[in-house]
């Protein structure tokens, strides 16, 4: 199984990112996609999922309000777009799906410093 996060970046506070996560080599049927991170020192946090088969979405208090989790099911990825990005949100990314286990995919680091 093979997910691919990117998008990561270096952004100023109050900027925005869009990260993607390809999924196109998963041949599994997983129920949905989902967003977490980990910033140094502390436990990974889910911050959002996305249904893969219906519009049902949910976001961590953390972040609702600033991130929208989408996917294009043609191109079998999700996206993450990140606004309004604090420094608080600075963490390595990684997109995971739950099929009988976890399943994720390698980080990608977003850092928000100006």
């Known amino acids: 199984v093979q997910l691919q996060a990117s998008g990561g970046g270096l952004v100023q506070p109050g900027g925005s990112l869009r990260l993607s996560c390809d999924a196109s080599?998963?041949?599994?049927?997983?129920?949905?996609i989902a967003w977490f991170r980990q910033a140094p020192g502390k436990d990974r946090e889910r911050i959002s999922c996305?249904?893969?088969?219906?519009?049902?979405?949910r976001y961590a208090d953390s972040v609702k309000g600033r991130f929208t989790v989408s996917r294009d099911n043609a191109k079998k990825t999700v996206y993450l777009q990140m606004n309004s990005l604090k420094s608080e949100d600075t963490a390595v990314y990684y997109c995971?799906?739950?099929?009988?286990?976890?399943?994720w995919g390698q980080g990608t680091q977003v850092t928000v410093s100006s």
């Open positions: 995971n799906l739950y099929y009988h286990r976890d399943y």
């Open positions: 996305i249904s893969r088969y219906d519009d049902k979405t």
């Open positions: 080599g998963v041949t599994l049927d997983y129920n949905a």
